[in-house]
């Protein structure tokens, strides 16, 4: 049976290096703060990946609910960075070139057809984009993959690594030990470090709704790792009844040790030219809709505090539930319960708004969060 051998986090130099460089590649530096500090302002002023949103060879994480997005997010990043057009139609590129893209989940053909619409929205024929792909997951803790990645990273120089999902490419780690997930982590900053590259490792959020933003992110690491935190949870998702096109809003949370916080709120449409067909062109539209989410009218924006909390409760419960079982949710929270007649009124509103889903059953209705779309690729 064939071992893996673990990868002990030394960035490999170009393998043409006599033996002895390669074994002094990851030792120590030290430096009086003088001669940092002339090292630093001769290297020249530092610049953004996007302006006001990620610094330069900077690593983060991007995280989000199921369905909220995550992938879209991070090709819109990759299609932004290989062009130099806006991210999100809204953010600048101050930093453009290649792109890798390492995308364990949704195979070949699904990478191409959300590539090709995000590049198309943009008036680019996703071909000619400096954008090189893998669509196996890496593992980490491989030392043969590593390998692997460094050698493309040193040939490619890429502007922007991205990482999707790091679930499977952390697979063996223990996700709640933070120094086990630091260690992980390592290993991809410093060879994405070695070439200048910035690093984006997308994830998911963990259930606890109490919580908000980066809180969210699953395991112990990378809220602790990223120095650029994006966080995206969703707002309302609508798909259309006739053209099956689904626009999902969703509030994307922006922290940095470097950049100021900021909230955005995000919509998105996308629909499958012909939603029978596989091989069917992905339409793909983007907008930020305004900087203080706040501020804006949306689907929730007028909600009765009745409706609120039963939106929640659908949304908690993970699974289609009766009025009793929301109302039982509603009290363990609030302390209070609903009465039924204000219950079966909010609900059929909520349904009317498209957040909810009303399933007859039997003698009583179930509700659960909206239905996802028959679109064969996914809205991750």
């Not at 590649?25 to 990620?54: E, H, K, M, N, Q």
């Not at 950049?259 to 629909?271: C, K, M, N, Q, S």
């Not at 289609?320 to 009290?331: F, K, N, Q």
């Not at 009583?364 to 690729?377: I, K, Y």
Request: hydrophobic letters at 40%.
């Amino acid at each position: 049976m064939t071992t893996v051998e673990a990868y002990d986090g030394a960035v490999p130099p170009p393998w043409d290096e006599p033996a002895e460089q390669q074994r002094s590649a990851d030792l120590l530096r030290f430096d009086t703060l003088a001669d940092l500090c002339v090292r630093v302002d001769a290297a020249g002023p530092r610049r953004y990946l996007i302006r006001s949103v990620w610094p330069a060879a900077a690593y983060g994480v991007l995280g989000a609910e199921p369905k909220a997005g995550k992938t879209w997010n991070a090709f819109d990043l990759a299609v932004s960075v290989a062009s130099g057009t806006p991210w999100l139609g809204r953010f600048d590129v101050d930093d453009p070139g290649p792109v890798l893209v390492l995308a364990g989940e949704g195979g070949e053909g699904n990478v191409v057809r959300r590539l090709r619409a995000i590049a198309t929205a943009r008036g680019i024929t996703a071909d000619t984009l400096p954008i090189v792909i893998t669509t196996r997951a890496p593992h980490l803790n491989d030392v043969g993959h590593m390998a692997q990645l460094a050698e493309q990273l040193q040939a490619l120089r890429p502007r922007l690594v991205v990482l999707d999902p790091l679930y499977l490419s952390a697979a063996g780690a223990d996700a709640k030990d933070l120094y086990a997930m630091g260690a992980v982590l390592q290993t991809p900053q410093r060879l994405c470090d070695a070439v200048g590259a910035a690093l984006l490792v997308v994830t998911h959020f963990n259930r606890q709704r109490d919580l908000h933003g980066a809180a969210r992110f699953t395991g112990a690491g990378p809220a602790e790792w990223g120095r650029v935190l994006l966080a995206a949870a969703i707002v309302s998702r609508r798909t259309d009844p006739e053209t099956f096109a689904t626009t999902v809003v969703s509030d994307l949370h922006v922290t940095g040790g470097e950049v100021p916080d900021l909230t955005l709120r995000v919509r998105r449409t996308v629909y499958a030219v012909d939603p029978d067909d596989l091989d069917s062109p992905l339409v793909y539209a983007v907008d930020v809709v305004q900087d203080e989410p706040a501020a804006v009218e949306d689907e929730r924006s007028d909600l009765h505090p009745a409706a609120e909390k039963l939106l929640d409760a659908v949304r908690r419960l993970g699974h289609p539930g009766t009025i009793r079982e929301l109302v039982d949710l509603i009290a363990e929270k609030h302390g209070h319960g609903l009465a039924r007649g204000t219950c079966s009124t909010h609900l059929n509103d909520l349904a009317r708004r498209g957040l909810v889903d009303r399933l007859d059953s039997g003698r009583e209705s179930l509700w659960s969060v909206v239905a996802e779309p028959p679109d064969p690729s996914p809205d991750r």
